[in-house]
């Protein structure tokens, strides 16, 4: 999976990991929530930056499978994985200081995509921050050419609904504050920051 979500980013995945961690600027004592975790790279990224004994980082994710491997990939962080769907999180009001998401939510339906953007604002404390990183309205040619290839070859179309605008449009509208794009990449990706 590692290598084949590095080609479909364009080689980008890591660079843009990073990136994402450092807009969410996790402090030593933030418990933060990795949605749609994948094999953990963000998650593990961003514990880098936790204290064990202060806070640390869940990854969340459907799949046992990628769960399986995130585990493999713990080395002496705090850091543990989940398995759980991001529509309905496993945890309660307002435990989390941080939500990070990559790569992840192209996969999700309308309804689903906005689920998930409510489950996020519920568990996350006053003031959180949530930063995502997906799939976004091309805003080069090449950006329209890639994104519409991806949605041809994965016969998804939910990542049509993140390539014109429809995620977007939900960040906007949704429960979230001060959304804001940090920075597009790639011709079609984009990280977003917003509060509760």
Not at 35 to 49: Q, R, Y
Not at 63 to 80: D, G, N
Not at 161 to 170: A, Q, R
Request: hydrophobic share 40%; net charge positive.
């Amino acid at each position: 999976y590692d290598g084949l979500s590095n080609m479909m980013t364009l080689g980008l995945e890591k660079r843009l990991n990073k990136k994402a961690v450092k807009f969410l600027d996790v402090q030593p004592g933030d418990l933060v929530l990795d949605v749609g975790c994948a094999t953990g790279n963000a998650a593990l990224e961003a514990s880098l930056f936790c204290d064990p004994e202060k806070g640390g980082v869940i990854g969340l994710d459907a799949a046992p499978s990628m769960i399986k491997k995130a585990r493999s990939k713990i080395i002496h962080t705090p850091c543990r994985f989940d398995i759980g769907v991001a529509e309905s999180l496993p945890y309660r009001d307002e435990t989390f200081e941080k939500a990070i998401s990559t790569f992840f939510f192209h996969h999700l339906n309308r309804d689903d995509k906005s689920k998930a953007l409510n489950e996020i604002w519920r568990i996350l404390k006053p003031s959180g921050l949530f930063v995502l990183c997906d799939l976004d309205f091309p805003y080069t040619l090449f950006g329209k050419i890639y994104g519409g290839l991806a949605e041809t070859f994965f016969r998804q179309p939910e990542i049509g609904e993140n390539l014109h605008g429809l995620f977007k449009n939900l960040l906007y509208q949704g429960p979230f504050k001060n959304v804001k794009c940090l920075g597009q990449y790639g011709g079609c990706f984009s990280i977003y920051r917003m509060e509760k």
